[in-house]
């Protein structure tokens, strides 16, 4: 028992050592409103851009959409489709270049479909947008060689004097 139990503690071990140590941040908390027509995605990519977040994070959203278009899981291509919906999901990361943000939306009989969020979903009535800016990174995107897709490289920023 005493060699099983140190083989598992050394396995366990190893394959901690082998994940990116997570560094803390610090979070800073933005709350705004998007009006109908308005592009949810390049509303929050604008929301970056405008407040210079090189780390962003969707904390939570609500609101309804009169068109959604959105990429299906291994789908080469968006599906677009007339709403109104309501948002029943919105989470991701994001940055003052790019996104990786997934969106669930549920029809006037509760049924639900969810996938990538792309440009043109836009407003029906409103929807309220909670992020969190993480000030000791910077998200980047860089080519994985395990499928080819640019994925999500976390780097901390240098830390600044206090």
Known sequence: MWKTISLFTIMLMTAMAS???AIPSTIRTFAFRLEPHEDVKKSIIGFAKDNRIKAGCILSAVGSLEQMHIRFANQSGGTQLKGPVEIVSLTGTFSETSSH????VSDSTGVTTGGHLLDDNLVFTTVEIVVGELRDYEFVREKDPTYGYDELVVKPLPRKNK
């Not at 943000?101 to 669930?104: D, E, K, L, M, R």
């Open 101 to 104: 943000i997934h969106i669930s």
């Open 19 to 21: 994940r990116s140590q």
